[in-house]
């Protein structure tokens, strides 16, 4: 965006300069950084045990000891927010790695070789697409069960028509270029070829893809959770915090928005990188969302 | 125009026996055998012989191939099977609490479109002034707000601190009022972005130009050349919110206590009772599938160049 701001001065006339509007992404930036290291250092950071049962403190508002408070189990709500980053961050890492190890060799080899493969891969895909992806999740679910690694498969395999496609288009798009020719003529085999010349192409796709996705895919795991169908109720998950203390949602309203508000940082944040990414590396959307 | 119709409609009917046939073939390859979960909701203890026994009742015994034939050939009939749960007949279940979900999901919808046009034409033409900054951040608001969460917030803020609509149950308009919102916040912000750029691409067209020339006035040549061509791809991505309502119903319906299909597919998810599961998977697709049927006969009356293109061929 940068570059783009440099090139055409004209175009930002008006605007409260760089700095402002910089701000979003900084802002993102730092939450993404709390968030990632909230999860990977959870157990130092965490004031307690996120599931440590104290029935003498239950549903106790904010203290020395616990300074969000404590849910109706007595556990400590700081230490359960700070555990749930683990959750959702690792699911949707995840989710797309899963993606990707489907979406890169299947959409590579339709792009490729062609022909019936690729008719056959295109038309699993349309077929897929005929499912809003909500359902054909839930009933992934209902077919392999309930369960964290059930619900990140059932994400994963709903969404990865859309990854494929892209794969696949991208492939065509440079399978006919001048350069992948003369490296073929250069006697480049195709493992060879897809490294050096799609892949690079095929990753800033997928990353533009992906970053867009994955607010969306945060909010679908802790969907799926909340309705009971992802991670299990002890562990500690925004979901199922938000599920758990539904029954004190007009007593302890604390309990239902400080899970509610930590997603909702974190997907904004991850929609901000997103655009941010799309507007510097998908070389289709020159204009990005400020024509 | 009617003959495209027609011919769409002819052509759903081999596209909803595939996904029957693969819906089917999951759920019979599906990790957990279905005996057991039927043995499980009957609670009958997974002895060797009862299994033997459940599978033969279920026809799990048989080729793939004759247990579709047998479960379509019944289907058709409008035999869906019975639940392992509740031993009542799957689709009189699901029609019974399928209403209630459409209801609320065609409400959204059309909530969604009105809320959404005059954000979008607002945005655009006030771009980058305050009020398309504001419709800025409130769709992106919407697209990061987990639904489930906002009915609770709504709850909080008008059913029990401000005490403006009742938090829950079913009946009267007013308790629609704070499900559809919190249902269609997604799809609004979504719709109200995409109608603003669409807007704002089809200023820069040459016919739209062309109109300037040619005198019109800022609101003749808004409403006549830039309005009409920035309709198509709301009815396009119309089509794509609606599963995203569907689901976002299924999940908020929880929240109100609202009556709908939702609540019933959770616990039969929860249950692995199969027969529900594959009934409801292919009710919701068949909604899906007709919505969108409608949505692209709508965008073909809209385009003349589809219109043509289709007649011709025709």
Known sequence: ?291 | MLHYSLRRLALLLPLLLVVSFAIFTVIRLAPGDAAFAYLRLSNIPPTPEALTEARRVLGLDQPLLVQYWSWLSQAIQGDFGTSFATRRPVLQDILHFMPATLQLAGVALIFTLVVSVPLGIWSARYKDRWPDQAVRGLAFLGVSTPNFWLGFLLILTFGVWLKWLPPFGTGTFAHMIMPVAAISFMSLSINARLLRSSLLENTHARHVAWARMRGLSDRQVERRHILRNAIMPIVTATGMHLGELIGGTLVVESIFAWPGVGRYAVSAIGNKDFPVIQCFTLMMVVVFVLCNLIVDILSAALNPQLRLGEGGEA
């Open chain 1, 1 to 291: 965006m940068t570059d783009k701001t440099l090139s055409s001065p004209i175009r930002d006339h008006g605007h409260h300069g760089s700095t402002w509007r910089r701000l979003p992404l900084v802002l993102a930036l730092t939450v993404v950084v709390v968030l990632l290291s909230a999860a990977l250092f959870a157990p130092w950071i965490a004031p307690q045990d996120p599931n440590l049962v104290s029935l003498a403190d239950r549903l106790k508002g904010p203290s020395a000891a616990h300074w969000l408070g404590t849910d109706h189990l007595g556990r400590d709500i700081l230490s359960r927010l700070i555990y749930g980053t683990r959750m959702s961050l690792g699911s949707v890492i995840l989710c797309i790695a899963l993606i990707l190890a489907i979406a890169i060799p299947l959409g590579g080899a339709a792009g490729f070789i062609g022909g019936r493969l690729d008719q056959g891969l295109m038309r699993l895909c349309d077929g897929m697409m005929t499912f809003p992806t909500v359902v054909l999740a839930l009933f992934l679910i209902g077919a392999l069960g309930t369960g964290l690694v059930n619900v990140i498969i059932a994400i994963a395999i709903s969404h990865f028509p859309f990854y494929a496609r892209m794969v696949r288009s991208v492939v065509m798009n440079l399978r006919s270029k001048d350069y992948v020719l003369a490296a073929r003529v250069c006697g480049a085999g195709r493992t060879r070829l897809f490294i050096d010349h799609f892949l690079p192409s095929i990753a800033a796709q997928m990353v533009v893809l992906a970053s867009l996705d994955v607010g969306h895919m945060m909010l679908h795991v802790s969907g799926l959770s909340f309705l009971g169908l992802g991670v299990e109720t002890p562990t500690a998950e925004w979901g199922v915090m938000i599920s758990d203390a539904r029954q004190f949602v007009f007593s302890q309203p604390m309990l239902i928005v400080l899970p509610g508000l930590c997603l909702l940082f974190s997907v904004m944040a991850a929609n901000i990188l997103g655009d941010a990414l799309r507007d510097r590396l998908d070389p289709n959307n020159q204009t990005g969302h400020h024509h």
